[in-house]
């Protein structure tokens, strides 16, 4: 397994590129160099700003009543202490001077090894890499690390477990010398004994010293820290089993491994002791085959995430601070052509950096893969995913995106991007993960924009609300009162615009946006990226102008259709505080998704009656919610500005829709109209 050539060739990428793509490309690697080192900050200060004892609570195992690490009795004793007896061992020279610095220097210590596994990490990229990706590689290595879950869950217990990966990186892409390398390596296995995977890893690659110098490694300090720390070492060996138990219930949802999904399916006993046996075994076995493969085929990078991703499966106990080796996966290559390209990193990204809420919805059917989403990303990694192997012809070159032809535009610097328009259909997992956090992002974001209904929020989107109602009544457009009453008179018109209120909202634009995924794929991107920007600008207007709506104005007499009777003496209005922002009205997304609905249909409908009701869909909409009591009609006008905006903002990035139409998919692919000239006829 020798070291692989990190890099790319010194000129490569950019040598012979005009001036002005050169400085581009230092401009943005000195900004991501800058995001990398204000998300350092921030982790910093989200540490330090902690109330003291809330934080570094694993770290605080050390500090006794007599100095760092001064502790009578068993390290085991805490149950915040989960690491090696070696752990324990290497930390004692820490003294009662270092005691009120620990927090600090820890804390900052942790950073700088987190900034060396970026940069070792990024020059272990298998190649060909050009110097553009070289160039761009490291900050954005670092930048990853630290939005990751385990770097912060680490960085907020005072956990050691980025330490094991560092030095499993340092032997296999920095030392010289198989015994150097062996010896890193039996260090990490000392501290975290899974890392002992690495050693077939070495030896069936033809690394044999290597191989025995880690198991050598191992064994010299777990029996150094045996003849040092002998209650200790018998506690973690032999009552726990190499830590097994230590550190909280096995089941837990942190521990994220075969044994605690096991458990938390609700098997125990024998039955579950010999299926984790198994299953880990089939794991390790088939892991460690692809790892050995993916060595040999020069990709060691690839090769020590998926030996991690077999270690992360068969611990009996993996924490949260533990995974990291997922993240390092995201390096292979999955897909054959260039769109695919994306969705494994993506997935690994995002299941490393968001809390499962984000990623999946709270369902009952969903619960086992809630709980487990770590752990099947390592599986995935470990076992499944098809990474290509640096022979294959799609390796370098992908089957292209097809893009349209420049358009013509009335303006010179429009379009934005020099990419042009795609023909080509998103890929269908890469775009249901991006709408599902897009809009968990957008409940997240909605949900906060007014601080909540406290008294001060409360009294900021009245005052919103009387400011608003001041200007319709100078318009003449003041109906909402009116409307409501003379809707509340005739229950079947009630109802019905109650149910269209609740069940239109969602199903339409996702329905439009399934057909046009379908049917028109070229459409269905300018369609999404225009509804896209229009979600984000109202979420700047739900955060600058948080609004009452008429329901809820005191005094106000306006009838809530849908929920009910509001209580104006309690600020938080019942439940409903819990499942949504109220005061997020300026600008209506429920009229504005509708308008963008209609436009849609509008555009690209064939037929009459198709355009006539998707005019009617925002017409319905706009009544219902003046109706129902829940917007003015200003929100309406808001939510159509923003609409408006975003198909400006479309047209700004992107340049103009596509007119030409694209053959569907499984179609024969010849020149594609909008391509090359004009179709004969």
């Keep these: 397994m020798a070291n692989v050539e990190h890099g790319g060739r010194p000129g490569e990428g950019l040598v012979g590129a005009p001036e002005t793509v050169r400085a581009r490309v230092r401009a943005l690697r000195v900004g991501l160099w800058a995001v990398a080192a204000v998300l350092a900050v921030r982790q910093l200060a989200a540490v330090l700003s902690t109330p003291k004892a809330e934080r570094l609570t694993d770290l605080e ?46 804390t900052f210590g942790t950073l700088l090894l987190v900034v060396a596994l970026g940069l070792i990490a990024a020059r272990a990229l298998p190649p060909p890499v050009s110097r553009r990706t070289s160039l761009l590689a490291a900050p954005v290595a670092v930048s990853l690390l630290m939005l990751s879950l385990p770097v912060r869950n680490a960085l907020y217990l005072g956990q050691t477990s980025i330490i094991p990966v560092l030095f499993v990186l ?32 070495l030896w069936f690659t033809g690394r044999r010293r290597a191989a025995t110098a880690t198991g050598v490694t191992f064994a010299a300090l777990t029996a150094l820290a045996w003849g040092a720390m002998p209650h200790d070492s018998t506690t973690y060996w032999v009552h726990h089993l190499a830590g097994v138990g230590l550190g909280g219930s096995a089941d837990d949802l942190a521990n994220q491994s075969l044994h605690g999904a096991l458990l938390r399916l609700g098997l125990t006993g024998p039955l579950e002791v010999g299926l984790f046996l198994a299953l880990g075994a089939a794991v390790a076995f088939l892991g460690l085959r ?29 924490w949260q601070h533990q995974v990291l080796w997922v993240l390092l996966a995201l390096v292979g290559r999955v897909g054959r052509k260039a769109s695919d390209r994306y969705v494994w990193p993506v997935a690994v990204v995002l299941v490393m950096t968001l809390p499962v809420p984000m990623l999946l919805p709270d369902m009952p059917v969903l619960e086992p893969v809630r709980d487990n989403v770590v752990l099947i990303a390592a599986l995935a990694a470990a076992t499944a995913v098809p990474f290509l192997s640096r022979t294959s012809a799609y390796y370098r070159a992908p089957v292209p995106t097809r893009h349209a032809a420049p358009a013509p535009t009335r303006w010179r610097r429009i379009p934005l991007s020099a990419s042009g328009r795609i023909l080509t259909r998103p890929n269908l997992l890469l775009e249901l993960l991006l709408i599902r956090v897009g809009y968990s992002a957008y409940q997240q974001v909605r949900l906060a924009a007014t601080g909540g209904t406290n008294s ?25 009162r009116w409307v409501n009453h003379a809707v509340v008179q005739v229950p079947g018109l009630r109802d019905f615009f109650d149910f269209y209120y609740q069940s239109f909202h969602f199903g339409v634009p996702l329905t439009i946006l399934a057909v046009l995924y379908v049917r028109r794929p070229a459409d269905h991107r300018w369609a999404r990226s225009a509804l896209g920007f229009a979600t984000l600008l109202a979420l700047v207007g739900f955060w600058l102008y948080p609004l009452a709506p008429p329901r809820l104005m005191p005094g106000l007499g306006v009838i809530d259709t849908v929920h009910g009777v509001q209580d104006f003496s309690k600020p938080d209005y019942g439940t409903l505080t819990e499942l949504t922002n109220q005061y997020a009205a300026m600008p209506s997304l429920h009229f504005g998704w509708s308008l963008w609905c209609g436009i849609v249909i509008v555009v690209l409908a064939p037929r009459w009656w198709m355009k006539a009701l998707g005019l009617l869909h925002p017409l319905l909409t706009v009544s219902s919610i003046v109706a129902t009591g829940n917007h003015w009609v200003l929100d309406a006008v808001g939510g159509a500005a923003v609409v408006a905006a975003g198909f400006g903002l479309t047209y700004l990035v992107s340049g103009p829709r596509v007119r030409a139409a694209v053959a569907p998919a499984g179609a024969a692919v010849g020149r594609p109209v909008g391509v090359a000239g004009r179709t004969p006829g």
């Design 290 to 318: 692809r790892a050995v493969r993916y060595a040999r085929d020069g990709q060691l990078l690839l090769a020590v995430a998926v030996t991690g991703c077999v270690a992360v499966a068969v611990s009996p106990t993996t």
């Design 61 to 106: 195992t050390w500090v006794g009543p007599h100095g760092v690490l001064h502790v009578k009795g068993s390290l085991y004793d805490s149950t915040r202490f989960t690491g090696t007896p070696f752990g324990g061992l290497v930390l004692k020279p820490l003294t009662r001077s270092a005691e009120q610095a620990l927090g600090w220097g820890w």
């Design 456 to 480: 001060g929020g409360r009294a900021t989107a009245e005052h919103h609300g009387r400011q608003v109602l001041s200007v319709e009544r100078f318009l003449h457009l003041d109906i909402e």
């Design 170 to 201: 340092l032997g296999c892409f920095v030392v010289r010398g198989e015994r150097l390398c062996g010896v890193l390596i039996g260090l990490a296995a000392a501290l975290q004994p899974t890392v002992l995977l690495f050693a077939p890893l």
